[in-house]
Every structure is written in structure tokens, then in C-alpha cells.
């Protein structure tokens, strides 16, 4: 489990700077491209070409993690303020960021709380938990547009 003495640590023996984000800046973390065995089970749906085109909208970076590596993700650390992303390895690069709210994309049939745990650790403010597989396009992207509307009043 961890707390924050072990993220202070991890980050001082990586040389991790997690410098505060630009306030409101808005990234999502993609799965598009990225398959496991997990994501051929029929239940694992993100809609993530849905929400990228949200994000998008609301003039927020998309970032397919497909072939990333640990120096991609440390550059992004100034745009990183609200971060959605698919669960999956890529949340690992909450430990070189300080975000004030996590969007998690759940499915239905399979969560751990590993993200949220490091989350609670990293300091971050506000955690939402969401499985788009039980959502209309519309609830999605309200459930999407209205959490990150009360992140930026939590300013």
C-alpha cells in the first residue's frame, strides 16, 4: 500500500520533480491502441474513442500511451491538473505528476484500487470512479463535464 513517505521517496530516488500542474489544464491517458488480455473480455468497454473526442472538445490533450515510455509521461506533468484515464498501467505515471483529480474508466467486471490508493498518497484532491460501459454518450460526457466543472470551482 502506499503512503506518502514511500511516494516522497520513489520519486527522490528516480529524481522525479512533480512540479503542481497548470490549474485546469485536462489530459487523458488513452488505451487506443494498447490491448491485454483483459481487454478482450466483451464486459472491458472505456469508450475511450469517445472520450477522447470529449477531452478534445474541451480543448484537453488526448495522449495515446501505446509506446510510451517513463520520459513521455514526466513532460506531461504540467498538463496534467485533471487526468482521465483507462485503468491500466499508464496510471502508474501519477507518481511524476500532482494532479487534483483522477477520472478512473472502470469496467464493469473488474476493478482494484491500486490507482486509488497511490492517488490518496500523491495528495491528489478529488477521485471519481467511472464505468462508461453503463452510460449513454450523453451521461457520459455530463458525468465527464460536470466532474471537471467541480474540480476548477474547488480552485
Known sequence: VWQSEEVAAFRERLGIDARPPRRGSLIYLSRVGVQSELDLTP???????????????????????????????????????????DHGAAMCNLLQWRPRHVIELVSEDWWASDFLVLSRAI????????RPATRSNAELRDTVSNAIAETEAMT
Open 43 to 85: 464486459d472491458r468497454e472505456t469508450r475511450s474513442e469517445l472520450i477522447e473526442d470529449l477531452v478534445g472538445s474541451m480543448g484537453g490533450k488526448v495522449v495515446r500511451t501505446q509506446g510510451m515510455n517513463f520520459e513521455d509521461f514526466g513532460k506531461l506533468a504540467d498538463q496534467a491538473d485533471t487526468v482521465i484515464a
Open 123 to 130: 495528495g491528489v484532491e478529488r477521485y471519481t470512479l467511472l
